[in-house]
């Protein structure tokens, strides 16, 4: 009896093909709205991050290593979005929200990598402004473009790496279930409808999440209190002011990216319901890549300056 069970549950792990989204099934009554709330935010971080990119691209005042991560994180967080709000809004207007284990894996890999290259990314923007604030005689020759482009790639090889290494893992499980209790294929979700235990896979996704949320956190915590105390040592009021406003944009992105990341990815499994997961996970995939463009263009007067410059050739 124990081989033909085995047998049936090998027969059910070759059966499940795709699976489905259960989405905002929370909020039926009010999944139009979501789908024009999401929408607008969707145009407005596309638009933002591609004005971002492009006016860096165009502009010599801002062809600086803090301005080229910028570029990249913004080409970065452009990509990430793409992968999971037109198949979330396609959801919410009532089309099909199943999806393929080949496509649930693509989904995965993608979303694992960019994101991941950003936590890295914002890392790098940490350095830069270490370097800049605390060693501005030797700037230029420590952060030229060379060690830009290694600290892009380190961040980009180390996204892949894990993207890799953890779709792997999880799409190795055996399914038995097909209801993701999601709106995209995050990993613990799809790990959660596998038919054998999963505490391995846990223990790796808690292992990879530490290394790639608190490392790179405790970097940017590290430059931080080096840049402090550096700019409490300069002596005038004004100068003051400008290094720390130099450093605003990218500690409020900071922030928020991690806090969010570090809620979804190092709290208890079981700590949170459904919704509120959707909620946390919507903040990331929704909010945060909106956050870089807005940000730094709202409160960065360089971005702000070229953009002006850029619309005064436009009319002249």
């Known amino acids: 009896f124990r081989f033909c069970d085995d047998l049936m549950k090998r027969e059910n792990y070759t059966i499940i093909t795709e699976f489905t989204f259960q989405g905002f099934s929370s909020f039926h009554e009010h999944q139009m709205t979501l789908f024009v709330v999401f929408l607008k935010l969707y145009i407005l971080t596309l638009a933002g991050n591609v004005i971002i990119v492009t006016i860096i691209r165009m502009d010599r005042h801002l062809h600086t290593p803090m301005y080229f991560f910028l570029s990249m994180l913004s080409t970065s967080e452009t990509v990430y979005t793409l992968v999971i709000l037109p198949r979330m809004l396609s959801s919410l207007v009532g089309r099909s929200q199943s999806i393929s284990l080949a496509g649930c894996a693509t989904q995965m890999f993608f979303f694992v990598t960019f994101g991941i290259t950003n936590c890295f990314l914002l890392t790098a923007m940490g350095y830069d402004r270490y370097v800049a604030i605390c060693n501005p005689l030797r700037y230029t020759i420590i952060m030229n473009k060379r060690v830009c482009l290694q600290l892009v790639g380190g961040a980009c090889s180390i996204g892949l790496v894990v993207a890799v290494t953890q779709v792997s893992a999880v799409f190795r499980l055996p399914f038995c279930a097909t209801k993701v209790a999601h709106f ?16 391995v896979n846990e223990i790796l996704t808690l292992i990879i999440s530490v290394l790639v949320l608190v490392v790179p956190m405790g970097l940017i915590f590290i430059s931080y209190v080096l840049i402090i105390s550096t700019i409490l040592k300069i002596a005038s009021a004004e100068g003051r002011k400008k290094a720390f406003a130099t450093c605003a944009s990218h500690l409020t992105v900071v922030i928020v ?21 959707q909620l946390i996970s919507v903040t990331y995939t929704v909010i945060t890549p909106l956050l ?15 953009l002006y410059r850029a619309i005064c050739r436009k009319h002249s």
């Not at 790990?191 to 505490?199: A, E, F, N, V």
């Not at 990216?257 to 997961?277: F, Q, V």
């Not at 870089?292 to 070229?306: H, I, S, W």
């Open 292 to 306: 870089n463009p807005v940000v730094y263009t709202l409160r960065n007067k360089e971005v702000r300056d070229a």
């Open 184 to 199: 995209f294929c995050d990993i613990r979700p799809v790990m959660k409808l596998s038919c054998i235990d999963i505490t």
């Open 257 to 277: 990216h991690y806090g969010c990341a570090s809620i979804a990815y190092l709290k208890p499994k079981s700590e949170n319901t459904r919704d509120e997961d």
